[in-house]
């Protein structure tokens, strides 16, 4: 059972960046590994995921060019790089993961997820 613990959250003005960090409990070099988020009243949405097997990536369109995915495999950490934050990326943002070759920003297909931490954007 993977445990997976974020940080890096809080709050930031417009334009500003944040850099978001998940830990995983365990070797997670076959999972899938992604950032989901989520705001009151709306269905948790899928941000970027890795594979970090082959280090393949997919981002929502929402956030192209603006965040970046990537990993530590040494310290079993996957990071999300949050520039040119907009008003509209306030949410509380999740760490996720699953095995699998075909990583898929769909919410259900993950198996593991974090507590959460907090984005705001002003």
């Known amino acids: 059972h993977v445990q997976l613990v974020e940080s890096g959250g809080g709050s930031v003005q417009a334009g500003g960046s944040r850099r978001l960090s998940c830990v995983a409990s365990e070797y997670t070099l076959r999972y899938c590994m992604g950032w989901f988020r989520q705001t009151p009243g709306k269905e948790r949405e899928g941000v970027a995921v890795?594979?970090?097997?082959?280090?393949?990536?997919n981002y929502a369109d929402s956030v192209k060019g603006r965040f970046t995915i990537s990993q530590d495999n040494a310290k079993n950490t996957v990071c999300l790089q949050m520039n040119s934050l907009k008003p509209e990326d306030t949410a509380m943002y999740y760490c996720?993961?699953?095995?699998?070759?075909?990583?898929?920003?769909?919410?259900?297909?993950?198996?593991?997820w974090g507590q959460g931490t907090q984005v705001t954007v002003s």
């Open positions: 996720a993961a699953r095995m699998g070759l075909l990583c898929d920003p769909i919410p259900s297909d993950y198996d593991y």
């Open positions: 890795i594979f970090r097997g082959v280090f393949t990536t």
